[in-house]
């Protein structure tokens, strides 16, 4: 196939705020029952019945939390609606609706934006949402995507971070590290790219971890089968900054301590071969990497017989008394403190 070298370039400003408004939106249809109007009125109108709302909302600002040089339009799209809908299944909820506000610079044609909007399509609709509204203006500084996810919850069913009980087991879902690897390798890329522009990268041997960087699966999943199981969560939080800041969080709001297994930690064969070769830590990375948007939850001891046999879960550890701290177990049996390293967008700002 002959690759087209002048491809075609649409200018923003042809279509007015909303024209391209109209024009992103045409192929986005409404699903959910409790989405009355979605776009093309001054609001939204949603009818939750007798359910709660939860309400999250993400800022995802070009040169901090995405590089284009790497990171293509459309998979950025997807992972900005499910860095949004994580948060929404971590309160143990089902993800509804979504609205997408983006602001753009000059230097993007329709056409990226097009492509910006198939991955948001493609999300909404594999994961049942509807995309209900948003916003679009311009930006001297790159792109900016501004996402809120909303989701209904019955009240007796909410997980906060604040429920955890001394004794309660500590349990994670899928495997970690994996999303910060990728990182890593595709940074480590883009710099023998820039040093030797006719460098390609080969990339077969990490596909796992490079696809869990640049297209992350929620787990929508995990609601659905905990009520399968007849578990209920007693505190929950989804792992975007590391598993270490998260714990963190989740011991800080429900006032517990807690002992977390280094052996017990899930990780991914390639995790551990990719480690290896780049003579890293792979506790390390699993607890300080952040974005794998697993969810991490604590559940009664009586609820043990329920998950213990399950593939999608893994218990990691336990809940102590807030005086005994928080607590990393290594594989040599060590009590160390446990602290928070993991992903914080307002630091080396300089």
């Known amino acids: 196939m002959i690759e087209d070298k002048n491809p075609q370039r649409t200018s923003l400003t042809a279509l007015g705020e909303f024209g391209l408004i109209e024009h992103l939106t045409k192929n986005f249809t409404t699903t959910q029952k409790s989405t009355i109007k979605g776009v093309g009125d001054d609001a939204a109108v949603l009818d939750f019945n007798n359910k709660k709302t939860v309400v999250s ?13 790497y990171m293509p ?8 609606i499910m ?31 097009e492509d910006l909007y198939e991955g948001i399509h493609l999300a909404a609709k ?40 001394t004794n309660d087991l500590l349990v994670v879902t899928g495997d970690l590290g994996a999303a910060y690897l990728g990182f890593q390798i595709l940074e480590r890329e ?83 071969s990719t480690c290896e070769e780049f003579n890293m830590d792979s506790t390390t ?10 969810l991490l939850f604590t559940v009664s001891q009586e609820d043990y017989p329920k998950i213990k046999a399950n593939p999608n879960f893994s218990v990691i550890g336990h809940i102590t008394d807030a005086s005994e701290g928080v607590n990393l177990i290594t594989r040599g049996n060590e009590k160390i403190e446990l602290t928070a390293q993991g992903w914080n967008s307002l630091e080396n700002e300089d």
Do not use: W
């Not at 929508?220 to 089968?225: A, E, R, V």
């Open 57 to 69: 909302t993400d800022l995802l600002v070009e040169g901090i939390h995405f590089d284009l040089s």
């Open 73 to 80: 339009l459309k998979h950025l799209g997807y992972k900005a």
């Open 83 to 113: 860095v949004n809908l994580s948060d929404i299944y971590a309160m143990n909820a089902n993800a509804t609706q979504v609205t997408v506000s983006i602001a753009v610079s000059n230097r993007f044609p329709l056409e990226a934006l």
């Open 126 to 165: 594999t994961y049942n949402v509807d995309v209900i509204g948003g916003d679009t203006t311009s930006s001297k500084t790159g792109l900016l995507i501004s996402v809120t996810a909303l989701g209904e919850v019955l009240e007796e069913n909410v997980a906060y971070r604040s429920g955890a009980k």
């Open 190 to 272: 883009k710099q023998v790219f820039q040093a030797n522009p006719n460098n390609q990268p080969d990339l077969e041997q990490y596909s796992y971890l490079v696809e869990r960087q640049l297209k992350p699966e929620a787990r929508k999943d995990i609601p659905m089968l905990l009520k399968e199981l007849e578990v209920s969560p007693t505190a929950m939080i989804d792992i975007s900054d590391g598993l270490s800041s998260e714990i963190l969080h989740l011991c800080k709001q429900s006032e517990v301590g807690c002992n977390l297994y280094e052996e017990k930690i899930p990780l991914d064969p390639q995790v551990i």
């Open 285 to 294: 990375i699993a607890l300080n990497g952040g974005e794998d948007y697993e």
